[in-house]
């Protein structure tokens, strides 16, 4: 078995996007042209609220480098409140993996709306760079998870 | 913990004394069965030694004869109470009026299920009493007699000892919680006894019986209970202190839970642990063996079974919010893994996070189901002058 040996580290990154704001975002940055790292995959959810801690800690122990959740501004969550209650579902999550000093700032929330689409392709590429200088997510090289 | 006399007496009346005699033991009984017999409740929950000998059950009942063969004060505790409580009352509030005397982490385990709407305390009188810690289930159930004089040790110093759980040992709300009434005889001379009312619920039960007047063993009895609280403290500190060290990082996650067997007792023996389905005993949850073999591929090699290290993360992000210290699931743990360290030590930490503590019955709704509009500012990524270009959806 061979294990990855490539010099330039490309992260690998998944985002969790609202299908009403950031998703819609995420198409304009598209029609726009804007540049978007390839090795970012998105996953279309229903609101930032749907997103379940066993969502991303699955993605993350299987080895995305990154993962970000993009949802609606607070105050404009199509289903009203919905990105409220993310918020802190999101911050527990992130508390946990601090107390056990397992590399929360691999995670990140963001609030995109669907008219910023060069909002969207800048806080990709900022969180990119971010991830690329943190280095690949250690479970990846582990055989023990 | 003991709130403040004046607000307690307040909410509840007046405490009540009963003059040593019986022993700590002897007078809750008796005074259990007082209160069947004037019809203040229905029926009592309460522990009883299991044929064998060497374990507890809860038995719900109401023949007053039975009383005698109750143990209100078991050494061990095989099932949590609060899990007792949702098998009562997880539909709708019990028909029958019961009165259930529990360790108080058992009755916080109790008022954390009440929020999620799993128990009913609507027909519940919920009795608590001075815990000094339950001993060890692998202890007890090779030498019950030994372990039994060990806990009533326990019991006339108000200290856990050598076989009790590491979560006694760091416990500090092992007094008066929210209960309806609470039977207090740490520090207090002879055998006597304090019958704190602690809700107009259980001021209303102990009006009805012809009761001493206990103000004055009260100084004793709060005195105890804070040297008491102080070493427990102080155990805590130490103990989470080495959890801290143990657990750090991925190196530390997986040497913690290193000889994990992934049986998930720890999970069923939680009385928080809330879902119908554990997610990770769901199908969901199970990865694709193609999956296994390219994931081993990747990275050279992979455990089998996966994914034991997310389970523990998983379930701390699910109930560590709730979790009241109980020391449960370190007791299920086949192979002595000190799950409940790592919990509580977490737990305190988001509880802290969230202005939170668990096992109030403060009328608070859990963390999770409320927000406020402008909280939480570190936690998304700070937008600069996003306002100005944001514009409403639709
Ligand atoms: S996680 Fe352990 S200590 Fe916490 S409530 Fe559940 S069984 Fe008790
Ligand atoms: S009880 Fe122990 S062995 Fe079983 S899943 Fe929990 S930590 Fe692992
Ligand atoms: S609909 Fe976008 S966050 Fe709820």
Redesign the pocket.
């Known amino acids: 078995m061979n294990r990855q040996t490539d010099t330039e580290f490309t992260p690998k990154i998944v985002g969790f996007l ?4 950031t998703y819609a975002a995420a198409d304009l940055a598209g029609t726009s042209r804007l540049k978007i790292p390839s090795t970012f995959s998105v996953i279309r959810v ?4 749907r997103i379940d801690h066993n969502l991303l800690l699955t993605t993350f122990f299987k080895g995305a480098d990154g993962i970000l959740v993009a ?2 501004h607070p105050g ?4 009203g409140e ?2 409220y209650y ?1 918020r802190r579902r999101f911050a527990l999550l992130k508390k946990v993996m601090e107390v056990l000093d397992i590399d929360a700032e691999r995670l990140q929330l963001s609030w995109i709306s669907a008219a910023e689409g060069h909002r969207y392709a800048e806080v990709v590429g900022k969180f990119t760079e971010k991830i690329r200088e943190l280095g690949p997510n250690p479970i990846k090289g582990s055989t023990r998870f | 913990m003991i709130s403040g006399e004046e607000e307690r007496m307040d909410a509840a009346g007046i405490p009540y004394m009963i003059r040593p005699g019986k022993g700590p033991e002897g007078s809750v009984l008796d005074l259990l069965g007082q209160l069947i017999g004037s019809g203040g409740a229905d029926a009592l929950l309460l522990p009883f030694r299991v044929p064998s000998g060497d374990s507890f059950a809860w038995i719900m009942f109401s023949d007053v004869s039975l009383l005698k063969d109750a143990v209100p004060f078991p050494a061990t505790m095989p099932v949590q109470g609060g899990r007792a409580l949702r098998s009562l009352t997880r539909k709708e509030k019990g028909k029958l009026r019961i009165i259930a005397l529990m360790r108080p982490c058992e009755i916080r385990a109790g008022m954390e299920l009440s929020k999620l709407g799993q128990v009913n305390t609507e027909n519940l009188i919920l009795a608590s009493y001075d815990c000094p810690g339950a001993v060890k289930l692998e202890d007890y159930v090779a030498d019950p007699v030994s372990c039994d004089s060990a806990h009533s040790e326990m019991r006339s110093r108000g200290e856990p000892s050598g076989n009790a759980r590491s979560a006694c040992s760091t416990c500090v709300d092992f007094s008066m919680v929210d209960a309806d009434i609470h039977f207090g005889y740490f520090g207090i001379k002879d055998g006597g006894m304090l019958v704190l009312p602690g809700s107009p619920a259980g001021r209303a039960l102990l009006e009805g019986l012809n009761l001493e007047e206990g103000r004055g063993l009260l100084p004793q009895w709060e005195a105890e209970i804070s040297r008491l609280a102080e070493r427990r403290a102080a155990t805590r500190e130490e103990t989470f202190r080495e959890t801290a060290e143990r657990i750090s990082g991925f190196d530390g996650m997986l040497a913690t839970f290193s000889n994990c067997i992934g049986c998930h007792n720890c999970q069923s023996a939680c009385p928080i642990c809330y879902c119908r389905l554990c997610y990770f005993d769901s199908e969901v949850s199970r990865t694709d063996p193609e999956a296994l073999i390219t994931a081993a591929e990747k990275r050279g090699g992979i455990s089998i079974p996966p994914d034991r290290i997310m389970f523990h993360t998983g379930r701390l992000a699910h109930m560590s919010l709730s979790c009241v210290s109980c020391g449960q699931c370190s007791d299920a743990c086949p192979v002595s893994i000190p799950v409940a360290d790592v919990f509580s030590f977490v737990a305190e930490r988001t509880q802290r996070a969230f202005d939170y503590k668990s096992g109030r019955s403060d009328g608070e709704a859990l963390p999770l189901r409320r927000f406020l509009k402008n909280e939480l500012d570190g936690v998304h990524e700070m937008v600069k002058d996003a306002e100005s270009e944001a514009s409403p959806n639709e």
């Open positions: 609202c299908n009403w704001c229903m609101c930032s609220s949802g609606c404009d969550c199509h289903y919905g990105n993310a």
